[in-house]
């Protein structure tokens, strides 16, 4: 008969990431009798291009992975399941039953873009950096077929319910404010005659979203021995320091019979300002008059599956008035010789993709000009880039010299994470904390963050999560750390 021994059961964490890009995370549930199940949490495409090259291997087996668990389908978190499943990975895919629903539609559409891409990188005949070897540059990473395909191992789960994925593990989903669908992810490991192993994921994390409430983690859960895993993309931001600038800057620019551009993400961030517009419009603060187009397929697919599911929304119609869809090419050009006042809803959020190439170039040499950034821009955008440069100044844009008269702003005020109070909050709700694991943010966020979480919450362990090492962690907590070798 085997002596009980506590430390016999282990969970290795790993982060195959290192920021906020490519989300990734690798647990290997190590059993007493020494057999393993690996299961990933995402599996995010990296978009920005220091990490490109990391999008063409896995630093594991595609096929001994047994399932994989979704927290939300923002393309950095989902971006590679059509690639794992290309590569061997045939389990199952757990996510919420809408984010099952989304999965597909932006998947699809980064199919697409990947295949454009090839297409326009050939035609420029870019030389492909040969250090990677798996690359392939007549290929995207994966296409159509490959997303249909994948979206088969997709299960949508309901929340709050647990459910048992194999003989020892369960997983329990629950609703979070980040995005539609979106969930943190109690995963259950239980082994007769060991302590039971809990594993809490936060995802990308948010108390509240403006299209549906967000319960409170129910208290069962809230009082188990628990070991977390957080986001901390906002982990050194605080809550207040965010003001709210937006409804001015629209209401300022109508005044002065401006074309405001809004830049915007598809995904929640469309529907979001739209819901905003509408409520200026509501209370008289913006005029139903003024012309508001809509430019971006992809945001209207979302449009679109919000308003199917209106049903289970608290905003039951956030479509202001007076609102156009851009219907392509020639409709676009007749926006950009018109002089009257009006608003542009643009994608991609960052500029650098849809529309957003078409109307940024035009519009920034223009006095009579506001273009407001609904959300972050990363490095080597066009959105950072028209944001770096100084008023006025002349700068180079597309080949093109071009000077920057519009008036260019950036909000974060529609910030769909939990910043670093509400996150500690979090955390004090837990009675019986083990071991935070520091995940999602930059490097030196992450640090600053993991030093706040010692000094406000004291758990028996804070540790930070990266590509470099694996945080082993057992029923009472953190074992021990060790470096990460594929
Ligand atoms: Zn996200
Ligand atoms: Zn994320």
């Known amino acids: 008969m085997r002596k009980k021994n506590k430390a016999d059961m282990y969970l290795d964490v790993t982060a195959l990431h290192e920021e906020v890009t490519g989300s990734c995370i690798l647990c290997t549930v190590r059993y007493p009798d020494r057999s393993k199940t690996q299961f990933i949490v995402d599996c995010g495409l990296f978009q920005e291009e220091k990490y490109q090259a990391q999008n063409y291997n896995f630093p594991f087996e595609p096929k001994d992975i047994a399932f994989a668990l979704i927290t939300h389908t923002h393309i950095d978190h989902i971006g590679r399941i059509p690639k794992l499943c290309k590569e061997g990975f045939n389990g199952k895919i757990y996510t919420s039953t809408l984010a099952g629903e989304l999965m ?32 392939d540059s007549t290929k995207p990473l994966y296409d159509v077929d490959d997303v249909q395909n994948a979206m088969s191992q997709v299960v949508g789960l309901e929340y709050n319910t647990s459910f048992k994925v194999d003989e020892h593990i369960s997983v329990r989903l629950f609703k979070n404010g980040h995005t ?45 021995p628990i070991n977390l895993v957080t986001e901390s993309t906002y982990g050194n931001t605080k809550k207040d320091i965010i003001k709210p600038v937006f409804d001015n800057l629209v209401i300022e620019s109508m005044k002065n019979d401006e074309t ?20 200026l419009q509501d209370t008289g603060k913006l005029s139903k008059d003024i012309r508001i187009f809509s430019d971006g397929n992809l945001a209207h697919s979302y449009d679109d599956f919000y308003k199917l599911n209106a049903e289970h929304l608290n905003v039951k119609n956030f479509m202001p008035a007076n609102v156009e869809i851009v219907q392509g090419y020639e409709h676009r050009n007749t926006i950009l010789t018109d002089r009257k006042p009006k608003i542009i809803l643009t994608t991609s959020g960052m500029g650098n993709y849809g529309p957003a190439q078409i109307y940024l170039p035009n519009y920034i040499s223009r006095p009579k000009c506001t273009i407001i950034f609904g959300g972050y821009t990363a490095e080597n955008t066009l959105g950072r880039k028209l944001q770096d440069v100084t008023p006025g100044e002349l700068f180079e844009l597309n080949g093109v010299m071009t000077y920057k008269r519009a008036k260019v702003y950036t909000t974060t005020e529609f910030s769909s994470h939990a910043k670093q109070d509400e996150l500690l909050d979090l955390m004090r709700k837990f009675s019986n904390l083990k071991t935070v694991l520091v995940n999602h943010g930059d490097a030196d966020v992450k640090k600053i963050f993991a030093k706040k979480i010692t000094e406000e919450i004291n758990p028996k362990h804070v540790a930070i999560l990266g590509p470099n090492h694996t945080m082993r962690v057992g029923a009472y907590g953190l074992l021990k750390s060790y470096p990460f070798n594929p």
């Open 260 to 279: 405001l551009i809004i830049l915007v993400f598809a995904f929640g961030r469309m529907q979001e300002i739209k819901n905003r517009l509408k409520m």
């Open 180 to 224: 539609l669908g979106a969930c943190s992810i109690l995963v259950t490991i239980k082994y007769r005659g060991q302590e039971p192993i809990y594993a809490f994921f936060t995802g990308d994390y948010n108390t509240h979203n403006t299209f549906f409430n967000v319960e409170s983690i129910p208290q069962d859960v809230l009082d188990l």
């Open 104 to 135: 597909p539609i932006a998947l699809t559409n980064t199919a697409e873009i990947l295949s454009s891409s090839i297409q326009k990188n050939s035609k420029k005949k870019v030389i492909i950096d040969s250090s990677v070897p798996i690359f």
